[in-house]
């Protein structure tokens, strides 16, 4: 064999192994992880009845989200996801910790969730419906003419 078929081997031989150890390396998952939750020690910390939200704030931190509508009680949240390749990243666990607050500002319970155990509830809505299905500009438009009520303009 020649000198330069033995080069071209080579060459040919370490094409292949970085082509092998690309696609490999293609296929390894990917994982990371979003949020906070703060650790078993230091909830157990947090004293049922005896602490408020400002030591509960010292001792884990203030939470990312809190109650919607009312501050009754905060919620921490740690997720972790995995994307393979060029695939959609997927989340393979969740853990919630909601800690539940009196009205004093004492807490009244902590409790934890996992994946398993969530639920999609819809928070809010971006879409406006509208009522005017199948109704042309012009009729919308003429359509209130007659439904005047004077008495609502002059205020009486």
Known sequence: MTETGTKA??????????A?????????????NHGYLPTDQDVEEIMVGVDTRETVG????????????????????????EQVGYQ??????REVLRISFTEDGLVENIE???????RVVTLSR?????????????RQLLG???RINLDNILGN
């Open 9 to 18: 081997g080579r060459v040919l031989r370490a094409i292949a192994v970085l």
């Open 20 to 32: 092998v150890v690309g696609f490999v390396s293609a296929c390894t998952p990917i994982y990371s």
């Open 58 to 81: 010292a001792i884990v931190g203030r939470p990312g989200a809190e109650g919607l509508l009312t501050q009754e009680a905060w919620y921490y949240v740690q997720s972790r996801f």
């Open 88 to 93: 959609a990243k997927e989340e393979i666990d």
């Open 112 to 118: 934890r969730f996992g994946l398993e155990e969530g």
């Open 126 to 138: 971006r879409v406006t419906t509208s009522n005017t299905a199948g109704i042309g500009f012009i």
């Open 144 to 146: 209130n003419i007659g």
